[in-house]
T-cell receptor, first 115, second 114 residues
Framework: AAGVIQSPRHLIKEKRETATLKCYPIPRHDTVYWYQQGPGQDPQFLISFYEKMQSDKGSIPDRFSAQQFSDYHSELNMSSLELGDSALYFC??????????????FGPGTRLTVT | AQTVTQSQPEMSVQEAETVTLSCTYDTSESDYYLFWYKQPPSRQMILVIRQEAYKQQNATENRFSVNFQKAAKSFSLKISDSQLGDAAMYFCALRVQGAQKLVFGQGTRLTINP
């Protein structure tokens, strides 16, 4: 079965640079979620999109922005990168969010290292 | 606000034995869903099992089962016949009906001893 695809898998950036992470949801899934997992921490919800509209927002810094495109893929844009942004960034997708159990299926993550 | 607490940072079990991972949560909502995710060394987040709060019957998936105590707000995971491939970090997570985000616990690192 097709899974969530994230690219790149690894990314190294310097402080104050920008980064763009991409997420391709499971086919027919209409919702994408972004999570940030710092070293030794649990995943923290950043933001979600349903049918190309922002549907929920968590602890996402103002330096970050995201969007979902017409083909349902999503991009997380991160500017003015800081050392503390080094983390594993997960994208997840689901169908019909907020209804039923609507499990979120996670991608393999993008490991961002800021030096 | 919702919170999820996993009080066991680490657990270990002998191969083929049974182990139970604990999770408690807090929410004022009456309709919600609980999940256990597994994160092996590859760091992939894998859904293990889910439980709807309105269901009294505990969920079961092969060797994995839960003990859902709604009044106590407890949601433990039992792994029977532990296998080496079960070694991973296990996260308990909560999502309330109508909300998007999963709220995760701190995780429990499970080691399987051969």
């Amino acid at each position: 079965a097709a899974g969530v695809i994230q690219s790149p898998r690894h990314l190294i950036k310097e402080k104050r640079e920008t980064a763009t992470l991409k997420c391709y949801p499971i086919p027919r899934h209409d919702t994408v979620y972004w999570y940030q997992q710092g070293p030794g921490q649990d995943p923290q919800f950043l933001i979600s999109f349903y049918e190309k509209m922002q549907s929920d927002k968590g602890s996402i810094p103002d330096r970050f922005s995201a969007q979902q495109f017409s083909d349902y893929h999503s991009e997380l844009n991160m500017s003015s990168l800081e050392l503390g942004d080094s983390a594993l960034y997960f994208c997840a997708s689901s169908f019909l969010p907020g209804t039923g159990s609507s499990e979120q299926y996670f991608g393999p993550g993008t490991r961002l290292t800021v030096t | 606000a919702q919170t999820v607490t996993q009080s066991q940072p680490e657990m270990s079990v002998q191969e083929a034995e049974t182990v139970t991972l604990s999770c408690t949560y807090d929410t004022s909502e009456s309709d919600y869903y609980l999940f256990w995710y597994k994160q092996p060394p590859s760091r992939q987040m894998i859904l293990v099992i889910r439980q709807e709060a309105y269901k009294q019957q505990n969920a079961t998936e092969n060797r994995f089962s839960v003990n859902f105590q709604k009044a106590a707000k407890s949601f433990s995971l039992k792994i029977s016949d532990s296998q080496l491939g079960d070694a991973a970090m296990y996260f308990c997570a909560l999502r309330v009906q109508g909300a998007q985000k999963l709220v995760f616990g701190q995780g429990t690192r499970l080691t399987i001893n051969p």
